[in-house]
């Protein structure tokens, strides 16, 4: 397993922008597919995008184009730029990382999972 730590995250307004990082304790992210997730109280977590070992970046419709994921190899950092940003996005958002990812927004592939970290968009 990675160790993923999380780092971004907070209050902010509708139409506002945040960015969120995962800083990965290992020797390189370039063999890793990279997930984001995010989970609201009482719904169950669900992807939102990911970024593969190759660097192919997808989304969830509802971030397709709002949302950008890359990451800096140099740094094991992977980043999620949200924008126009809606109460709708409000979650706990959760890094993860695999090895061996088949299905993207599949949380089983993944191995390693981030502490969470908190985004709140007032209206």
């Known amino acids: 397993q990675v160790q993923l730590v999380q780092s971004g995250g907070g209050l902010v307004q509708t139409g506002d922008s945040l960015q969120l990082s995962c800083v990965a304790r290992v020797d390189s992210i370039s063999m890793l597919t990279m997930g984001w997730f995010r989970q609201t109280p009482g719904k169950e977590r669900e992807w939102v995008a990911a970024i593969t070992w190759a660097g192919a970046a997808t989304y969830r419709d509802s971030a397709e184009g709002r949302f950008t994921v890359s990451r800096d190899t140099a740094k094991n950092t992977v980043y999620l730029q949200m924008s126009q940003l809606t109460p709708e996005d409000s979650a706990v958002y959760y890094c993860?990382?695999?090895?061996?990812?088949?299905?993207?927004?599949?949380?089983?592939?993944?191995?390693?999972w981030g502490q969470g970290t908190q985004v709140t968009v007032s209206s």
């Open positions: 993860a990382a695999g090895r061996l990812v088949l299905g993207l927004g599949r949380q089983s592939d993944y191995e390693s």
